[in-house]
């Protein structure tokens, strides 16, 4: 791998990035939250050719060539920074579900950029590194939270990413039901009509305002009204029937809010101290409407994605 064989043919990077939420209902396409779940990409430059390993979710199905999303995202980089790829060794060690809803094409895309960005010695931005990631994504509210950590609000505005933190109450849980079935984010979108009722378009407006409202001012009680939305989960009823079953069953369960994670397949409930029994309520509808699947129950991620180079001629991080 061309890339100053000093400082590059030595060294490998190991990368953590987490799992996200996207929408959280209202907020389509502009609101998102990282989860505590995470994915584990190692890469190592080598003199020459490719190596994938692919341990865990998506072992069985997900490329190890040039279409693995890890390494198209880096060769991005290495394109934009004017390197040359010969040889890499890649280790994916991959928990979020693939093609459920909780983000795992963005982390992937966000492993590959920041893992080929330290490689080359940090060559790009923050700020350039989101760009690309939007870019090669394009779904902002994914790529954000995942590359940032936390809730982000994020828009596109003359080409350019702007975004804002949501501080989040302490004490806040996901708890998830994973379903067994895919849902494609092409299919999901391929159900939205192509133009909405101006009633739906004030409605989620003022959820997603006062999602954020709600957040920021620690008013856990307003989430089962702010998480509500008109835009795009009730189109995706015809994907997914049995989705509003199971939104009743964590709302009468005590979870403070529910919504598809991006696209779905993944429901994921807002709770407090009550997530086991919101994960139970899930599991006894999905089991009724004859739908298996996993439940987690996991934190949400303050912190983005994090990054150590390590030298082989050293002992520790650099």
Do not use: W
Not at 72 to 86: E, H, S
Not at 218 to 231: C, N
Not at 300 to 317: A, D, K, M
């Amino acid at each position: 791998m061309e890339l100053g064989r000093a400082t590059i043919s030595d060294s490998k990077v190991i990368v953590r990035v987490p799992a996200t939420a996207a929408n959280l209902g209202p907020g389509f396409d502009c609101l998102g939250m990282a989860l505590g779940l995470y994915n584990v990409v190692t890469a190592e430059a080598t003199p020459s050719r490719l190596t994938a390993r692919i341990i865990g979710e998506g072992e069985d199905a997900l490329p190890r060539g040039a279409e693995n999303q890890v390494l198209r995202a880096m060769r991005a980089v290495f394109r934009r920074v004017g390197r040359r790829l010969t040889g890499l060794s890649l280790e994916l060690q991959n928990v979020i579900p693939v093609a459920r809803g909780p983000g795992s094409s963005a982390a992937a895309t966000v492993a590959g950029l920041v893992a080929a960005n330290s490689l080359c010695g940090e060559a790009l931005s923050r700020d350039q590194i989101l760009a690309l990631a939007i870019q090669l994504e394009g779904h902002p509210d994914n790529v954000a939270p995942a590359f940032l950590g936390g809730m982000v609000v994020v828009v596109q505005e003359t080409g350019r990413a702007i975004y804002a933190h949501v501080p989040v109450p302490a004490g806040l849980k996901a708890a998830l039901f994973v379903p067994d079935f895919a849902m494609l984010t092409k299919e999901a979108r391929r159900v939205l009509p192509r133009r909405v009722e101006r009633a739906d378009a004030v409605y989620n407006i003022g959820r997603a305002a006062l999602l954020v409202a709600a957040l920021t001012q620690g008013r856990l009680e307003l989430l089962d009204v702010a998480t509500r939305d008109r835009l795009h989960q009730p189109y995706r009823e015809a994907l997914f029937p049995a989705m509003p079953r199971l939104f009743g069953a964590a709302r009468e369960a005590g979870a403070l809010g529910v919504f598809l994670s991006g696209a779905g397949s993944t429901v994921l409930a807002l709770c407090q101290e009550n997530a086991e029994g919101v994960t139970q309520a899930m599991a006894t509808a999905a089991r009724e409407a004859g739908i298996g699947g996993r439940f987690l129950v996991i934190p949400l991620s303050p912190q983005g994605t994090e990054s150590t180079l390590v030298r082989s001629n050293t002992t520790g991080p650099a």
